[in-house]
């Protein structure tokens, strides 16, 4: 399994990203690691609902003036490197 997922999704509100971890202890750390990427408003650790779900998800919410489909990319490629770094020390 991957050490993350990514998914945008559509609330009657907004969109947000959500971030399924592998390991769910390192979720409040990245919470306070993405809250500095440009682009995002706030970041949220929440409940899972839902079979076949990890316990918990980081959820991200984007300024208005954000792209969505931008965040995303920006929020993959941090935890792509994020995660090569922490397997490869």
Same mark, same amino acid.
């Given at each position: 399994?991957?050490?993350?997922?990514?998914?945008?999704?559509?609330?009657?509100?907004?969109?947000?990203?959500?971030?399924?971890?592998?390991?769910?202890? =390192?979720?409040?750390? =990245?919470?306070?690691?993405?809250?500095?990427?440009?682009? $995002?408003?706030? $970041?949220?650790?929440?409940?899972?609902?839902?079979?076949?779900?990890?316990?918990?998800?980081?959820?991200?919410?984007?300024?208005?003036?954000?792209?969505?489909? $931008?965040?995303?990319?920006?929020?993959?490629?941090?935890?792509?490197?994020?995660?090569?770094? $922490?397997?490869?020390?």
């Amino acid at each position: 399994m991957l050490p993350f997922r990514t998914e945008i999704r559509n609330s009657p509100r907004e969109q947000t990203l959500k971030i399924y971890l592998k390991d769910i202890s =390192l979720d409040q750390e =990245l919470k306070n690691i993405l809250e500095t990427i440009s682009g $995002v408003r706030l $970041v949220e650790v929440q409940e899972s609902f839902g079979r076949n779900r990890v316990e918990e998800n980081v959820t991200v919410f984007r300024r208005e003036d954000t792209s969505i489909n $931008v965040l995303k990319e920006k929020v993959d490629t941090f935890l792509d490197n994020y995660f090569k770094k $922490v397997h490869n020390e």
